[in-house]
């Protein structure tokens, strides 16, 4: 836009030089033309004294004449005035306007140099991306895979143990391996362990270990807990730490739970 305004005002100041050019040109023929009508209405009137008379309308007639070529001359080095200040003008705003361009192409090199340092960084961050999509890609088929091998292994135990335990007479109560199914009732104020609406009916007995975790989340982390209060329909269970240490795992009323029995493993109880 800057570069069609900088043609525009060339072609104006171009123009407005050849206008002032021919208005000087045409100046100097009028001021010859008027010059010669002086000189020959002069060297006229000399020779020709004794036709003074017969030549007396053509005297008025040039003097009308130059009467009327003096306004035209006037108004020409008026318009030529003119023309000049409109070109010095012209002529400034021309400088100002190259200075400004000046200026701006210098504020433009940093912005332009940093445009080009964050296209180079954008592409380095992109193919950084596409080589962690690829590892994340293999990490997920690995991870993958270690889950259908978990799978079948967890259902080959399952299995096997539902087999052997039809082998062999269960007491009453919740054998070693057995998985129970709880909802917790409400958890304690201290914090300590959570009550459940199970208890001696359901196979549970004081002093019971069990390794448990969250029915809603697929990969919980297992914590210990153990019995330590237990009727027919009632029994507290008290925490005994994740295997990460955490001695306050958080669960909550109606909160779905698996227990499953287990011996003592030198836990926290």
């Given at each position: 836009?800057?570069a069609?305004k ?6 104006e ?7 002032f050019?021919e ?14 009508l ?37 108004d020409?080095?008026?318009k ?6 409109e ?26 140099e ?23 890609s293999?990490k ?11 799978r ?5 135990y ?5 087999a ?11 054998y ?7 909802v917790?009732?409400?958890r304690?104020?201290s914090g ?10 359901a ?11 969250k029915?809603n989340?697929?990969?919980s982390d ?5 019995a330590t209060?237990v ?38 109880f």
């Amino acid at each position: 836009m800057n570069a069609d305004k900088f043609a525009s005002l060339d072609s104006e100041i171009t123009d407005a030089q050849n206008g002032f050019n021919e208005k000087k040109i045409k100046l100097e023929i009028d001021k010859n033309e008027s010059s010669n009508l002086i000189n020959g209405l002069y060297r006229e009137r000399g020779v020709l004294r004794q036709k003074n008379e017969l030549t007396q309308e053509n005297t008025l007639k040039m003097q009308e004449d130059f009467e009327i070529l003096k306004p035209k001359k006037e108004d020409l080095e008026r318009k030529i005035s003119k023309k000049e200040k409109e070109l010095a003008e012209l002529t400034k705003k021309l400088k100002q306007v190259q200075e400004n361009l000046v200026t701006v192409r210098d504020e433009v090199i940093p912005f332009q140099e940093r445009s080009q340092s964050l296209k180079s960084e954008l592409t380095a961050l992109k193919t950084e991306l596409s080589e962690k999509k690829a590892q994340a890609s293999s990490k997920q088929g690995d991870l993958d895979a270690l889950t259908a091998t978990r799978r079948v292994v967890s259902n080959a135990y399952v299995n096997r143990r539902d087999a052997l335990l039809e082998e062999v007479k269960k007491p009453a109560h919740t054998y070693y391996g057995d998985e129970l199914e709880v909802v917790v009732t409400s958890r304690a104020p201290s914090g300590k362990g959570f009550f459940l609406s199970e208890g001696y009916l359901a196979g549970l007995r004081e002093g019971m270990i069990f390794l448990t975790r969250k029915a809603n989340e697929g990969n919980s982390d297992y914590f210990f807990t153990k019995a330590t209060l237990v009727q027919d329909k009632l029994s507290f269970i008290e925490f005994g730490g994740y295997f990460s240490g955490n001695l306050n795992p958080q669960v909550h009323s109606d909160e779905k739970l698996f227990l499953i029995r287990t011996g003592d493993s030198n836990t926290s109880f």
